[in-house]
């Protein structure tokens, strides 16, 4: 049925697996089934493997559906359990990933052969793939990360998992055997950047090789088990452009927002969560110079940036004794004796915003930054706390000051009710007056209703505002005909809507 593969450990049986079984009564030597898996369930039903691979969304999951559910986990275990007693997992990890997945698929399809289960093509195709997801990958989560419309994946315990598509976040009948099942695939994932998740530690922040964002929360904090959230991240980064195209950004906006990039302006950006901050600035980071120094200061290291010259810095967790930590102020203190032309610190939510704008203000032009916040002003008060939060004794005026000195430009970024994501706002810190900051809106949003789909419908338009502050700047850099050019066009197309 299956032509013969070079075994583990070379031509030699017994090297790194067991000899293979014979669909005949196996002879001494050969697989040994453990009593545990005697009892043969009865054929799985093809629906319900189907249901299990495909992610299909479900509602409501009806008790005939439960129990083709539970034949097939019993019968994946069965097979699961006769395999790791076949192989040497030792000589498994030495293979290549291809490799090891064609020799485990050969050993489970002879197991099946062996113990006479009945199965047709497709469901036997089904099973083989989940088996080796269990072993080589991440197990139920394989077809989920595999798909490219995901947003976020979260898994509340091992038998309820969520996704985000197109905004919208839905149940699918993706399962795991049981809560060790779901703990053994976290600690797959968090183990690969030298993390850990148990009862000792039970937080834990982590990224996958693409740099999806991972948290896993473990009991005894998560009550009903494991809760664990994976941010995923498109394999094709999107760009401005595409942006503009989804209805995100006017072209005008988005022609602002790449001045802004390329004249080295210090640019906040601000949103809730979810709101695609993280997105945003990595398309801003696409037009800085491919000669600049640019590092990068985060807790999981999300960001991609293109240009050759890059650093890229990681927070890291203290240890079992509480020792080791490396906070994200560390990060930012250090990163200045690294001769960086650019500091982008990948979320702001501590005393390390102090650091930053300090950066920002000694010749480190054009560092990005995001925060939690719901509004630019907000964003800036957000700003004021985090550094009374570090234990600096400061006039509220003096951090005003600092902060006005330093950000040129905040970013507001929101996720709407219907799941769509919109930069609302672009606006410039002009400085103070008084004891208040000066803020002028240049771009906007305005929702004006809502479509039969039951989707917003808005605008971007321009404020009137053509000669912002960092007009100079843009000139410097020789791109202010570019800047006005953009916003006249865009105040040309609100008096006409205006108009109308």
Known sequence: MFGKRQTFGGNTPGAGVAPRPQPSAPASGSLTVPARTEAVPKPVVDAAVNRLRNEDIVDVRSADAIARDKEYFQTKSAIFNALIDSIDLSQLATMEQEAAREEIRDIVAEIIALKSIVMSISEQEDLLEDICNDVLGYGPLEPLLARDDIADIMVNGSQKCYIEVGGKVKLTNVRFRDDSHLMNVCQRIVSQVGRRVDESSPICDARLPDGSRVNVIAPPLAID?????????????????????YGSISSEGAEVLRILGRVRANVLISGGTGSGKTTLLNCLTAF????????????????????????????RPPNLEGEGEITMRDLVKNCLRMRPERIIVGE?????AFDLLQAMNTGHDGSMGTLHANSPREALSRLESMITM???????????????????????????????????????????????????????????????????????????????????????????????????????????????
Do not use: W
């Not at 430009?409 to 929101?414: L, S």
């Open 288 to 315: 800085i110079d491919r000669d600049e120094r640019v590092i990068t200061c985060e807790d999981s290291a999300e960001l991609q940036l293109q240009q050759p010259h890059v650093v890229r810095l990681e927070t």
């Open 390 to 500: 570090g234990g600096y004794s400061l006039p509220s005026r003096t951090i005003r000051e600092m902060i006005t000195s330093s950000i040129d430009v905040v970013v507001q970024a929101a996720r709407l009710r219907d799941g769509s994501r919109r930069i609302t706002h672009i606006s410039e810190v002009l400085g103070m007056e008084g004891e208040t900051i000066v803020m002028q809106d240049i771009f906007l949003y305005d929702i004006l209703g809502e479509d039969q789909s039951g989707n917003l419908t808005g605008r971007h338009h321009s404020t009137g505002i053509t000669k912002p502050q960092f007009a100079e700047r843009a000139r410097y850099f020789n791109e202010e005909a570019n800047l006005v050019e953009a916003l006249e066009r865009s105040n040309i197309e609100q008096q006409t809507l205006l108009k109308s």
């Open 348 to 352: 702001v939510r501590g005393p390390e």
């Open 225 to 245: 088990g494991a809760a664990l959230t994976i941010r995923k991240f498109k394999k094709d980064k999107l760009t401005l452009q595409q942006l503009v195209k």
